[in-house]
C-alpha cells in the first residue's frame, strides 16, 4: 500500500496532471462567465430588439412579460454578470495560492545537483575556448604555461 501511495502522490504532483486540472477548473469557471454574459446582458438586448420589430413596445409590462415568456429571457442583469466575474477572480486568486503553495513544495523535495567542473578555458593571448588539458592553444599556437607564469609572477 506504501508504494501505491507514493506512486500516486508522484503521479498527481507532476506538473502535467496539475496544469492539467487547474485548466479545467479555470476554464469552468469562465464557461460562467460566458454563460451569464449571454443569459444576463446579451439576450435580454436581443429580446429587446426582437420585440420592437414584432411590434411589441416594451414599456408596456404585460407585453414585456409576453415577450419574456416567448423568448424564455428577463431583464438584463449586471449583478449577475458582475457576480460572475468576481466568482472568477476569487477562484483564480484561490488557485493560483495553491499552485504557488505546491511547486514551493515541488522546489524544497529537489536536491540541488553539484555544479560541474569546467571542461574548458580561455586562451589569454586569442581568448579562444580551450580544453582545459591544453598546454599550447591550437587556435593561436601560444605556449600557455608560460602565459600562466607570467600572470602568476604579474598577480604577485
Do not use: W
Not at 62 to 85: C, E, S, T, Y
Amino acid at each position: 500500500m506504501g508504494k501505491f501511495t507514493s506512486e500516486f502522490k508522484e503521479f498527481v504532483l507532476r506538473g502535467n496532471v496539475l496544469d492539467l486540472a487547474v485548466g479545467v477548473i479555470i476554464g469552468g469557471a469562465f464557461q460562467t462567465i460566458v454563460t451569464s454574459l449571454c443569459d444576463d446582458v446579451i439576450m435580454p438586448g436581443v429580446q429587446y430588439i426582437i420585440g420592437a420589430t414584432m411590434g411589441l413596445d416594451a414599456n408596456d409590462p404585460d407585453q414585456l412579460k409576453k415577450m419574456m415568456a416567448v423568448l424564455n429571457v428577463g431583464p438584463i442583469n449586471l449583478g449577475n454578470f458582475v457576480a460572475a466575474i468576481i466568482n472568477f477572480l476569487i477562484m483564480a486568486l484561490i488557485i493560483f495560492i495553491f499552485v504557488k503553495g505546491v511547486n514551493k513544495l515541488m522546489n524544497v523535495r529537489k536536491k540541488p545537483e553539484p555544479e560541474a567542473e569546467p571542461t574548458t578555458k580561455k586562451c589569454p593571448f586569442c581568448m579562444s575556448e580551450i580544453a582545459i588539458e591544453a598546454t599550447r592553444c591550437p587556435h593561436c599556437t601560444s605556449v600557455l604555461e608560460l602565459a600562466e607564469e607570467a600572470l602568476a609572477d604579474g598577480k604577485k
